[in-house]
């Protein structure tokens, strides 16, 4: 699971997603750069999880989905294969 990459390819930046997110202490927006970072290097909670979802625009799901599902691994060479669909 990678939220940062996900926080990313959704074009936000920290800094972004801090100014947006519910502050608990103060009860309005806005958290510190470093907050989201201990959020994100610690064990989110499915509140701060979902919180970052519909702030970035995306479901909890693939926020923590373990990647690219277009690649699958070949089970006999172990080679990265990238499935196209049409």
Do not use: F, H
């Not at 608990?24 to 510190?32: F, I, L």
């Not at 970052?52 to 294969?81: F, H, N, Q, W, Y």
């Amino acid at each position: 699971m990678d939220i940062r990459a996900v926080i990313k390819r959704q074009g936000w930046t920290l800094e972004r997603l801090a100014e947006e997110m519910y502050n608990s202490k103060t009860g309005a927006k806005g958290v510190s750069q470093a907050s989201v970072s201990q959020i994100l290097n610690g064990n989110p909670t499915l509140d701060k999880l979902k919180e970052i979802a519909s702030i970035i625009g995306v479901s909890v799901s693939e926020l923590v989905g373990d990647g690219d599902r277009t690649m699958i691994r070949c089970p006999k060479c172990g080679e990265l294969i990238k499935i196209e669909v049409k």
